[in-house]
């Protein structure tokens, strides 16, 4: 069958797309960013990729005839306060689009919305389901909950809270039940509803067999990770409160942050498990589904990760928009340095940051993510969703990776953190072995500039360092 994939970038579609091709499916990758889509060469036989924004109607022209089927991955928790508007139009685009091709189903994953009182999010995620619902095609429709696996939004916080915090106070809302699911049999049962006319016009919530509040799951994390941990919960403690938290402690944006409280306010309960018994599936336990979660980050085998969206962070558009550095109007520190191997020196710049850190004085750059959260920025805490090797558009501690060229030995982030302008760093070893490490700052105003100098007696300590590491010499 010929599948349509949207979301082919995100959490979900990474790692939809091998099952999909496992299965002998052609398919059709729709991004926004074709920047962004890479796949292993063992898959390309059966990929294409085109480029389409859902908010713009005349893009979706591009998706050719002769579709199938289509999975409807996109969603955001967007910064906008118009969300929830762009997510109803791009879904009307894409039912009308489905309906021009004589598209048969359309899958879409959702969240589980049985609750009277819902979030902003949430009801996003129903006004999107119901506006799919009126197309022409059949439309079956996953409710998930919370999803556990290396890489999930709601994994990488469970993960950051009880491994920072060996006593938490915690808000009321970690009362809330709700019904986690492996990050595996999301995947499974997104494959098995292909073409089941079972499902065809029907919404099926989907959870694993166990039933836990958001307490019992921290407590469960623990003891998976062999962690003795205490949690207080108080009832003061305010929705903003709350989301300072999870912004301060763990890896989210506070707008993210603000998002999945207001949800975890709300219970996410199956209704049933019906979905399990037309499709087969016995679902994992939350501890299975933390242990393969780990067993997956052990083997530096991440396919995907939450922290990669575009809405983590505060780059916006395609990577094309950056990927030129400007020259006129910006500031600079430029330094080179002649390598004796440099197929070492370039594999060295693909492993910066993360645990790894920043090869000289990486304890200045903590502080530095650690103001940056001060003043509302990503901060240091998102690290990198693979050790050894970057993609375009992955996020590298508070910088966004715009180009990696292995051939060309060439590496170029551009940062997200809080800066009175824009800010690259570049990283190049020529045809003579010359290494070229180049920040450049494209300052906003007089305080960009101000900024800029009040820290050239530090970025000459730093980057004189950092070079040397790198290249070898120390």
């Given amino acids: 069958m010929k599948i349509l994939l949207t979301g082919a970038t995100g959490y979900i579609g990474k790692r939809l797309l091998p099952g999909l091709v496992a299965r002998g ?64 139009l791009s879904a009307v685009n894409f039912r009308g689009r489905m309906d021009e ?40 429709t996953l409710r998930a909950g919370i999803i556990v696996g290396s890489g999930s939004a709601s994994f990488e916080i469970i993960r950051d809270l009880v491994e920072k915090l060996p006593v938490m106070i915690t808000p009321a809302w970690l009362n809330t039940r709700c019904q986690p699911i492996g990050i ?13 006319e079972e499902t065809y016009n029907r919404s099926f919530d989907i959870g694993g067999p166990d039933i836990l509040t958001y307490r019992e799951m921290l407590l469960g994390f623990a003891k998976a990770r062999g962690l003795k941990r205490a949690i207080i919960t108080v009832p003061v403690m305010t929705p903003r409160l709350s989301s300072y938290w999870l912004y301060f402690i763990t890896s989210t944006t506070f707008t993210l942050a603000r ?16 979905i399990m018994k037309i499709l087969d599936l016995q679902p994992m336990t939350y501890a299975l589904a933390i242990r393969a979660a780990f067993n997956s980050i052990e083997q530096n085998a991440l396919v995907s990760s939450w922290k990669d969206s575009m809405v983590n962070g505060r780059f916006r558009g395609n990577i094309v928009d950056y990927i030129k550095v400007p020259q006129f109007g910006c500031l600079s520190d430029e330094r080179s340095m002649a390598v004796t191997d440099p197929e070492a020196v370039m594999q060295r710049i693909l492993e910066i940051g993360g645990n790894k850190g920043w090869f000289y004085m990486t304890w200045l750059w903590r502080l530095r993510g650690i ?5 509302g920025g990503v901060g240091l805490k998102r690290g990198r969703t693979n050790a050894e090797s970057l993609q375009p558009g992955d996020v590298l501690d508070f910088w966004r990776v715009l180009l990696v060229d292995k051939i060309g030995r060439k590496l170029l982030l551009y940062a997200e953190m809080k800066v009175p302008g824009e800010a690259w760093l570049e ?24 900024y800029w100098y009040s820290l050239v007696p530090v970025h000459q300590i730093i980057f004189t360092g950092m070079i040397r590491r790198i290249a070898g010499v120390e």
């Avoid at 595996?184 to 089941?196: F, H, N, S, Y």
């Avoid at 998002?259 to 019906?274: A, G, Q, Y």
Wanted: glycine residues 4%; contains cysteine.
């Fill in 427 to 450: 990283f190049h070893i020529d045809e003579n072995n010359i290494l070229h490490q180049k920040a450049t700052f494209r300052p906003r105003g007089l305080w960009g500039r101000m």
């Fill in 371 to 375: 103001l940056d959260k001060l003043v």
């Fill in 101 to 140: 091709l004589n598209v048969r189903q359309v899958i879409y994953l959702s969240g589980i919305v049985n609750d009277k009182s819902l979030s902003r999010h949430l009801a996003s995620r129903k006004d999107v389901e119901d506006t799919l619902a009126a197309g022409k095609f059949s439309l079956t």
């Fill in 259 to 274: 998002n999945l409280v207001n949800s975890m306010k709300v219970e996410v309960v199956c209704r049933d498990n019906e």
């Fill in 25 to 88: 499916h052609d398919v059709i990758c729709a991004v926004r960013d074709r920047n962004r889509f890479a796949i292993a060469p063992a898959m390309q036989a059966q990929v294409s990729c085109i480029e389409v924004d859902l908010l713009d109607r005349e893009s979706l022209a591009a998706i050719p005839q002769g579709i199938d089927c289509a999975y409807y991955l996109v969603h955001s928790m967007s910064s906008s306060e118009e969300f929830s508007r762009l997510e109803h």
């Fill in 184 to 196: 595996v049999d999301v995947i499974e049962l997104l494959l098995r509803c292909l073409q089941k």
